[in-house]
């Protein structure tokens, strides 16, 4: 293999040697200097300054509750004490309201300062019964009514009111302590407890469950309850239990309103957590409503062991009535009427 050289021509050029040395030295300190990073000293905070940082950024979650709130659609006095940690009874005593008061969309509340002071009568109840050997206590738990208690414990509702200085608009809470009989230093405000209870005593006596022949607004309504009975599987003692129920609470006719804010077929109430007054207007959700109850009730069907109850018993384990005996009396009519439409 025979290698060709080409001859090549050196191009000479005369410059002066001290030109060239100064270019090549120029050439070559000009890339150390565009890669060399420049480097900004860092200045270090003084200790107290970041720990005055420090301590600034904490403070935003140091949030302070809120002292009032404005009332939204659907709320009920329930609802706005439990979102807030406090009790009904509070927002009564902070807002000048009672058990009769209803409250409005945009209404605006008082909240703070209320929850402690409300704790304090809840609780009041539970040393008079400790120290006084005489009035034994219950505490109270989730679930309970006045009547219940009272039933279980053999007295009547009047004397568990005159007990504890209470009324039929009262509410009770869990690990309230309640009395079975009046302490011994106490005789003098029973006379105010027995007046309150003058109505609801004779009313066994008085009342009579006549003979009716139901209208057609009365059957139509009965058979939307017999249908949403059997809708939802409830059993033929069920369904007379709510047909009685209703019976006595509207005659069978869903009433656009009754006693205090009172409303339909069963009497529900906005401000004890049935529902807003639309939903409640409304027969079939007010029918699903004492059979299912809502987040803040108890139907029908969430009493345990409900079918072995008494037909007076289970009604008022759902309405918490003044008048508990009264449903009982309905029952071979309501008996008659889910035999005949249903």
């Known amino acids: 293999m025979t290698t060709t050289t080409r001859p090549r021509r050196a191009l000479c050029l005369a410059v002066p040697t001290v030109l060239l040395t100064t ?3 120029a050439l070559a300190a000009a890339p150390a200097q565009a890669h060399t990073p420049v480097r900004t000293p860092l200045t270090a905070l ?19 509750p809120p002292t009032t709130y404005t009332v939204q659609d659907g709320d009920t006095l329930w609802d706005i004490a439990r979102a807030h940690g406090t ?15 209803i409250i409005y969309p945009g209404q605006v ?38 009547w219940s208690i009272a039933h279980e414990h053999g007295i009547t509702l009047a004397e568990l009111y005159a007990a504890n200085g209470l009324s039929p608009d009262s509410i009770i809470y869990p690990g309230q302590t309640l009395r079975f009989s009046a302490p011994a230093p106490a005789p003098a405000p029973a006379p105010a407890p027995a007046a309150v209870d003058a109505a609801p ?22 058979q939307h309850i017999i249908r949403v009975g059997r809708e939802l599987g409830v059993s033929d003692r069920g369904i007379a239990i709510a047909l009685a129920t209703a019976m006595v609470e509207s005659g069978l006719v869903n009433t656009p309103s009754g006693d205090r804010d009172s409303i339909g ?29 809502t987040p803040h009730t108890n139907g029908l069907l969430d009493i345990p062991g409900w079918e072995n109850l008494g037909f007076s018993e289970a009604a008022q384990d759902v309405q918490i009535s003044a008048f508990p005996a009264r449903y009982g009396l309905w029952e071979p009519q309501a008996d008659g009427w889910l035999a005949a439409l249903g």
């Open 23 to 25: 270019v090549a030295t």
């Open 87 to 101: 009790s009904v009874a509070a927002l009564y005593a902070a807002n000048g309201l009672g058990s009769d008061s």
């Open 109 to 146: 509340l008082a909240l703070g300062g209320s929850a402690a002071p409300a704790a304090v009568p809840a609780e009041a109840p539970a040393p008079a019964a400790a120290t006084d050997a005489a009035a034994p206590g219950y505490a109270v738990v989730a679930g309970d009514t006045l």
């Open 265 to 293: 077929l069963f009497q529900q109430r906005p401000s004890t957590g049935w529902g807003t007054p639309e939903q409640i207007a409304d027969a079939d959700y007010a029918i699903r409503a004492f059979y299912l109850g």
């Open 46 to 64: 003084p200790t107290g300054a970041i720990a005055a940082a420090l301590s600034a950024r904490s403070v935003p979650t140091e949030t302070a």
């Open 201 to 222: 005593q004779p009313a066994p006596d008085t009342y009579t469950a006549p003979q009716v022949v139901l209208s057609e607004v009365q059957t139509a309504n009965a």
